[in-house]
């Protein structure tokens, strides 16, 4: 899994809750929330699988 993937993902989510709902999302969660997506059970099992 490619690091520069995942930031990106993470940052367009945060951009999309936040102009499209309001929501301001942490940084952290996001990263979560895109792990999850791609199969990992955290953000530190992608940094671990590079």
């Given at each position: ?7 990106a993902c993470a940052d367009s989510l945060r951009a999309f809750t936040q102009n499209n709902y ?29």
């Amino acid at each position: 899994m490619n690091l520069e993937i995942t930031k990106a993902c993470a940052d367009s989510l945060r951009a999309f809750t936040q102009n499209n709902y309001g929501i301001q999302l942490k940084s952290s969660h996001t990263h979560e929330l895109v792990a999850a997506y791609f199969g990992y059970s955290s953000n530190a099992t992608i940094l671990l699988s590079l």
